[in-house]
Nanobody, 124 residues
């Protein structure tokens, strides 16, 4: 059974950067598309980025495109989310999850193996 552990969250000032990590155990992430999602208090979970298996495509939400970057380290079975130029609206709990399909989507119901999340707070 694949399990994720997210880390790297914290408190950062607007304009700052964070790198989130999503370390997997129990399965090889190369076989999965990976999504990063976030959920702010009182809001629905929303997709941030989807990276399809085999490197076919990477899709970013419009609100983060140009500021966030997803990458993988296959040797470490880990996915990263580099977040730059952070804004207060980026404040949320960030989660990673797997998608069995090689076609990216932000439909939450199609994702499995959710991690427990890591808190990101952007505040002066």
């Amino acid at each position: 059974q694949l399990q994720f552990v997210e880390s790297g969250g914290g408190l950062v000032q607007p304009g700052g950067s964070l790198r989130l990590s999503c370390a997997a155990s129990g399965a090889d992430l190369r076989h999965y598309s990976i999504g990063w999602f976030r959920q702010a208090p009182g809001e629905e979970r929303e997709g941030v980025v989807c990276d399809s298996s085999g490197g076919r495509s990477t899709v970013y939400a419009g609100s983060v495109e140009g500021r966030f970057n997803i990458s993988r380290d296959n040797a470490k079975n880990t996915v990263y989310l580099q977040m730059n130029d952070l804004k207060p609206d980026d404040t949320a709990v960030y989660y990673c999850a797997t998608l069995s399909s090689p076609r990216c989507t932000f439909y939450v119901d199609q994702y499995d193996n959710w991690g427990r999340g890591t808190q990101v707070t952007v505040s002066p």
